[in-house]
């Protein structure tokens, strides 16, 4: 019959390896939360159609690769005329009752990294806000010029318009850099003070993980313990 100190000894050894493995399990839990993707706001950096710029940021979801346009959460670009003193805003959907113009991605293969947006060929890039005098359009595609490559145009309420195209290279175009993580639960566009010299992302360091090294030093401990037993 097994001794009831030996009995008392193994069933608290039993127990402690139960909570090691639970502080484990819900760290590692807590950790893959934690990780999630966060909304990621882009400056849009994209050269000049003669008198023509595009300036402003998107806003995706933060996933990263291939993304369609269910990842765009939100976007504000202005297209500036300085012959035609001129321009328009374009807010996206996260802008509520002010948002006023519809984004159209054909092929769906805007890619995107930590710090960039990259449209590579045939894929097209279309922003447009109509219905009005002051209206404005911008296109993107990585084609020879004369296919519709980057155009930009925007009118002013007399209805006068400037619009100018520009041939871009076939290996693909820059949309956007300087890609800054956000809270994910804050997709407000607000000022974009990352620092033009550092592109990269600060990762922060998981509030989980002092609980998972808990865990980790309790499974050493008992396995200190065995050893000594046996010993």
Known sequence: MVAAPALLGGLRTLLALAVTCVVLAVSVCAMSSSSATAATVYTVDLPPTGDLTLTGTITTDGNLGALTLSNFLDWDLTVSST??????????????????????????????????????????????????????????????????????????????????????????????????????????????????????????????????ATGLAGLGLLGWRRKKTAG
């Open 83 to 212: 012959s035609l003193s001129a321009s328009y805003e374009f807010f996206g959907p996260a802008h509520g009752p002010t948002s006023n113009s519809t984004l159209h991605l054909a092929q769906d293969n805007v890619v995107a990294t930590y710090t960039t947006l990259f449209l590579p060929y045939p894929g097209v890039f279309d922003l447009e806000a109509g219905g009005c005098n002051a209206c404005g359009q911008a296109v993107v595609t990585p084609s020879p010029p004369g296919f519709n490559v980057e155009y930009f145009r925007v009118c002013n309420s007399a209805g006068a318009c400037d619009e100018v195209e520009i041939g871009l290279s076939l290996s693909g175009v820059q949309l956007a850099d300087a890609g800054v993580q956000t809270s994910s639960d804050n997709n407000d566009q607000g000022e974009n003070n990352n620092d033009q010299g550092n592109n990269l992302s600060q990762v922060p360091l998981p509030a989980t993980l002092p609980l998972f």
